[in-house]
C-alpha cells in the first residue's frame, strides 16, 4: 500500500524513454505510451511496441511494485 514518491515518479521519466510514469487520483503508479498509427502501421510495428512495452512494464512493475 505505500505510494511512489514523485521524485521516484520523476526519476523515471528522466531515465526511460519508453513510458511515461504518473500517479492517479489515489496516488497509484500508472504507466504511459503511445502507439502512433500516422501513415498505417504494420505487423512488424505493432509486434515491435508490444515488446517494447512489455520491457516498459516489467521495469515500471520492479521499481514501484514495492512502492518505491
Do not use: H
Not at 517494447?52 to 512494464?57: D, E, G, I, L, P
Request: hydrophobic share 40%; net charge negative; aromatic share 14%.
Amino acid at each position: 500500500d505505500t505510494k511512489p514518491s514523485t521524485t521516484a515518479i520523476n526519476e523515471w521519466n528522466r531515465t526511460k524513454l519508453f513510458g511515461r510514469a504518473y500517479r492517479d487520483s489515489v496516488l497509484d503508479p500508472m504507466l504511459d505510451a503511445w502507439f502512433y498509427l500516422d501513415g498505417g502501421v504494420t505487423v512488424d510495428a505493432i509486434e515491435a511496441f508490444v515488446k517494447r512495452c512489455q520491457t516498459a512494464v516489467d521495469s515500471f512493475y520492479a521499481a514501484f511494485a514495492q512502492g518505491k
